[in-house]
């Protein structure tokens, strides 16, 4: 069984309180079972799950009282090489990651995970050479050439200090990689 997870915004019209909501499953051409399982509505524009999203309590690293620029680190990855990223912020932050296959190489071959191999992520799609697979945690999207594209698992993050992530690829083939996040610290809106 597997279970997908959507996210949809209710746009208000002239900021009126919304009042009732109603639900309708349209399906078709399709055999099989569907579990429609959970329905949870919240106020605020950042999909929280069952707490607050860390953009209201957190705020931009600052330095002599202005927002710190995002980091960058890139490099060149051979089959597989642990990369170590220097967070100075506060707190973990969302990493996005992009990488430019410098060979083709073929469907599921590229990994990235944190640390020991947790929180794994899989590109799904074959890539060539020259294309840019995109993972931005940032704005929740797996892109291959500026196009949706599927994978299996989960978006970076950059914990604080200094944060390991394995990259891996296809045995013998070679990827430009680039990493950005944007540092974070306490300081946002508390409950």
Known sequence: MKFSR??????????????????T???????????FTDLQLQDGDQLTGYTVHTSK???KMQENGQPVPPRHYNGVVRTA????????GKTSAGLDCYIYPIQYMAAGSI???????????????????????TLKASTRQC???????????????SAAWDSKHMVKLEERKSARVLFEFQEMQEGGDRL
Do not use: R, W
């Open 143 to 157: 892109l291959k050439n500026g196009s949706q594209t599927p994978k299996d698992g989960f978006y970076q993050y």
């Open 6 to 23: 959507f996210a949809e915004t209710i746009q208000l019209k002239n900021n009126n309180h919304v009042v009732s909501v109603t639900v």
């Open 111 to 133: 990994e990235m995970s944190q640390g020991m191999g947790a929180h794994k992520v899989k590109f799904l799609d074959p890539v060539n050479a020259g294309d840019e697979l």
């Open 25 to 35: 499953l349209k399906i078709s051409d399709c055999n099989g079972i569907i579990y």
């Open 81 to 88: 090489e642990t990369v170590v990223l220097f967070n100075l």
């Open 57 to 59: 309590m957190l705020t």
